[in-house]
């Protein structure tokens, strides 16, 4: 008689990675926080930043438009299709457009918004990530 050979079973790849899965509302935390930094930083431009070149006024201005909306969309996370890359998307924009141009209007150096276009092709992906 033959020995019994036997056949495993294929696992999901999740579980052989062991890839945690993070809580859909933990977007709400990070829309929280993203929020209070958005409300200081935008109290802050418009009742304290005093730059010696008003163009930087406007920046800073923009700078905060772009994140307070951002943050507000954020909360939407946990109910679209991919809300990982949705989240992830708008968060890498906020903090690459938003915080370039905030520190390029705080030290009042264009220099420092190099990364302003990549986090406005990570807002533009964020919201495209909703039609697929």
Known sequence: MLPEVKIEERRDSRECMKIPEMDLHHWHKIAAVSGIAALGLG???????????????????????????????????????????????????????????????????????ALAPLGGFAFVAGWASLLF
């Open 43 to 113: 109290t802050y431009g418009f009742h304290m930043f005093k730059p010696e070149n008003p163009i930087f006024k406007e920046v800073w201005q923009t700078a905060s438009l772009y994140h307070l909306v951002h943050t507000a969309a954020l909360l939407a996370a946990p109910v679209t299709k991919r809300p990982h890359i949705f989240g992830g998307l708008l968060t890498a924009g906020i903090l690459a457009f938003s915080g370039s141009c905030y520190t390029a209007a705080y030290l009042e150096d264009r220099n420092y918004s």
